[in-house]
Structure formats: structure tokens, C-alpha cells
């Protein structure tokens, strides 16, 4: 369930900032999505895995925390961020 190193670079290069961002709001949304995929699907697959379920809860609501701090910042970059990141769709 944990992101690869790999993925992990592939995210921070096209979601950065400027050129040494790696913890930018953009950034961490985008590794806060990927690790809610990858616990959705396995929550369906493991229906009875409560404490998986309850990470993704806190995971949701960290990232729904960066959203409305994004949002509050610039709505423009809010809007262009979610369509990229396909969520509240």
C-alpha cells in the first residue's frame, strides 16, 4: 500500500512547484490521492480490514484539510488542480 520510490519522484516532478519542491501543498495532495486509490481498492478486495479503512478515513480528511488551504490560497490553482487530479468530479 505504500508508494514506491519510483512513483513517489514521477508525482513530486509533475506536480512541483519550482525545481527542488517536494513538499509543496500540490505535491502532497497528489501522494494523498494516489495512497486513497491504492487503500480503495484494496478495501474492496479486504471488506473486513477495519483499521486499513480507518487510515483512509484520516488520510481523507488531511487531504481534504490541503484542499481547503489550496483553495483558500488561489482559487485558480484550486480548480486546475482537481480536474487534474480528477477528484470531486
Given at each position: 500500500?505504500?508508494?514506491?520510490?519510483?512513483?513517489?519522484?514521477?508525482?513530486?516532478?509533475?506536480?512541483?512547484?519550482?525545481?527542488?519542491?517536494?513538499?509543496?501543498?500540490?505535491?502532497?495532495?497528489?501522494?494523498l490521492t494516489e495512497r486513497i486509490q491504492r487503500l480503495t481498492l484494496h478495501l474492496?478486495?479486504?471488506?473486513?480490514?477495519?483499521?486499513?479503512?480507518?487510515?483512509?478515513?484520516?488520510?481523507?480528511?488531511?487531504?481534504?484539510?490541503?484542499?481547503?488551504?489550496?483553495?483558500?490560497?488561489?482559487?485558480?490553482?484550486?480548480?486546475?488542480?482537481?480536474?487534474r487530479l480528477g477528484i470531486r468530479g
Open positions: 500500500m505504500a508508494l514506491t520510490q519510483q512513483r513517489k519522484q514521477e508525482l513530486i516532478s509533475n506536480y512541483q512547484v519550482h525545481e527542488t519542491d517536494t513538499g509543496s501543498a500540490d505535491v502532497q495532495i497528489a501522494m474492496q478486495a479486504n471488506k473486513k480490514d477495519h483499521s486499513s479503512r480507518r487510515g483512509l478515513l484520516k488520510i481523507i480528511g488531511q487531504r481534504k484539510r490541503l484542499l481547503a488551504y489550496v483553495q483558500q490560497e488561489n482559487r485558480e490553482k484550486y480548480q486546475a488542480l482537481i480536474a
